[in-house]
């Protein structure tokens, strides 16, 4: 390995922070012994604090009904070849009792931006499924609201909030949103809900079009400086009724160096191995638990519309029952030297340095 590579990794070990030049640097000279080297602080960094542990997280897609109009999302307004559900409050908290039957203690409802679930029906959602099991996290990720709805979740009980920033860079994100969609009120969203309490994550595409390896410099500068508690990340997979039909994929491998440079950053992190990485590469999640990744969100979903929320193509866990999906995740957890936890998973507030 390169002096220069050696040094900068070893910096971001000790100091848990570069400059956006050095982030910079770091990506354009990866090699297979940086990744190695990387992946081994990022892993000895996990089971430091965690134990050698992937916590699970129960996916239930609510709707795929969306005002938005996201360049690169299969679910996006424009797209009618789209066949739209939304499930109903009762069908949602029946998938938060299957969960927690099968010991899952965190569901993720996540959807699209469908004005359905106002605040008064997902206030009574969450009080609804907090009744009948108050030591379950509820997370939710339903796009952009306002700060007085933010509040009004956050005083229902909600623990956790998913809001990808997508972008750290404006003119990339222009690029990739229609012109009604707005950088500044993502990132308002993202400081209101760390604000108000939540346990907050955003993260962001890699390989997305027009993506260049400075985007991805100052999406880990930003990262460094907001200091999420969970932060998604996962490679841009192209849906076939979107304009970016025909751009390529991302890559896993980039993805898992990200996802170890993430860990050395924030060593506590909740950094999931998404469902995009599965779907790009079959070992996928495993290769993302041996960079550093700590989280899987298997799908709790009804069967009958997974292949409905269809953000890009080939989602794979599509067909199965979640208690099967669970079964084939903790042979893959085992085949990497860890073990699945079942538990609420909280992050580490305050993380021994
Ligand atoms: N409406 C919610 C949930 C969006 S879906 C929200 O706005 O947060 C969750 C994430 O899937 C998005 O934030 C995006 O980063 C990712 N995603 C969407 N389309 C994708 C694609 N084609 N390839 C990979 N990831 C995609």
Redesign the pocket.
């Known amino acids: 390995m390169k002096n220069e590579m050696r040094a900068l990794i070893d910096k971001l070990i000790s100091e848990h922070r570069l400059s956006t030049e050095e982030y910079e640097a770091l990506l354009l000279g990866r090699d297979e012994e940086t990744a190695a080297y990387l992946a081994a602080a990022a892993v000895s960094e996990r089971d430091r604090l965690y134990g050698p542990k992937v916590f699970v997280r129960g996916l239930i897609e609510i709707s795929n009904i ?1 005002k ?1 109009d ?1 360049n ?3 679910i996006r307004r424009s797209n009618r070849s789209c066949e739209r559900y939304r499930l109903t409050p009762e069908e949602i908290a029946a998938c938060a009792d299957e969960g927690y039957t099968l010991g899952f203690r965190t569901v993720v409802l ?4 469908d004005a359905f679930f106002t605040d008064e029906v997902l206030v009574n959602l969450v009080h609804a499924i907090k009744t009948e099991h108050p030591d379950m996290a509820v997370t939710l ?4 609201r306002t700060r007085e709805s933010y509040r009004k979740l956050r005083e229902a009980g909600v623990d956790r909030y ?3 920033h ?1 972008t750290a860079n404006r003119e990339h994100y222009r690029s990739l949103h229609p012109a009604e969609m707005d950088y500044d009120n993502r990132m308002r969203c993202l400081r209101d809900l760390k604000e108000l309490g939540f346990q907050t994550g955003c ?3 890699v390989g997305s079009p027009n993506q260049t390896m400075r985007h991805l410099a100052e999406d880990l500068s930003f990262i460094e400086s907001f200091r999420p508690e969970m932060c ?1 990340i ?6 076939h009724a ?1 304009p ?1 039909a025909d751009m390529p994929a991302g890559s896993a491998e980039l993805t898992c160096y990200l996802l170890s440079i993430l860990r050395l950053i924030h060593p506590a992190l909740l950094l999931p191995a998404t469902t ?1 990485l599965g779907t790009l590469h079959p070992q996928g999640r495993e290769l993302g638990i041996r960079a550093g990744a700590n989280v899987l969100m298997p799908n709790l979903s009804p069967v009958r519309v997974r292949k409905q929320y269809e ?2 193509d080939n989602k794979i866990c599509t067909g199965e029952e979640s208690a099967q999906c669970l079964r084939c995740l903790e042979v893959r957890v085992q085949s990497v030297g860890c073990e699945i936890d079942r538990g609420r998973g909280d992050f580490l507030p305050e993380a021994p340095t």
Do not use: D, I
């Open positions: 969306c938005n996201c690169y999302c299969g996540q959807g699209g931006e990720s339903l796009g952009e998913l809001l990808r997508e993260g962001f595409m998604g996962g490679p841009f997979l192209p849906h979107t970016y995009a953000l890009y």
